[in-house]
């Protein structure tokens, strides 16, 4: 079966044209022997719609302020919700976390084996994963309970992602920023 992922193209083309700071933290894409290391490390396999997309860009890159490099980058924040796309390496990492979160004892719930995270707000609290056995993504939150299934496939929640991109998504310094219009000029600076 071949992917398109249609909507990934979308957006990053969307974001090219009307958000060059923010498109350029893209990072190309993961090669075949990067996406082989991902899945040794997460003992699981990845989606292919997701390895689809790591293979057209490599989530964005980490923000050079953060000591521990694992905070991607403010004006990479492009998709819906203020979320960040994943690079293979921050992937691991992000799924780690979330095992010792869930699975230690921090926090109630259980983070399976199959779920892969692609996606988090800067500081890990909020994200995004796909259920490597059904395809569907769900969601986490701070001291919420694990949402799955919210969206049917990654392809369905990038098709919402383009659309709130395109009614709440504002641009500033060439990069996008969500909510806008709520933002006064010193939350606006201090994104730059």
Known sequence: MTCELSAWSQITEWVRQNAPRSYAQLQEG??????AHTRARL?????????FMLQMNNGVQVDPNDPDGMRPRRSGEFVSDFYS????HLLVRVNEHMNAVYNGGEQDGEWKRHWVPFAVESDWLYGLFIDGATGAVGKWSDGGPIEEDVYPSLS??????????????GIYNEMIVWDIDDLDQEDLDQLT
């Open 30 to 35: 993961a090669t075949s022997d990067t996406l």
């Open 43 to 51: 003992g699981t396999h990845l989606p292919e719609e997701l390895s």
């Open 85 to 88: 796309i994943l690079s293979t």
């Open 156 to 169: 369905a929640y990038l098709e919402e992602s383009f659309r709130l991109m395109q009614s709440r998504a």
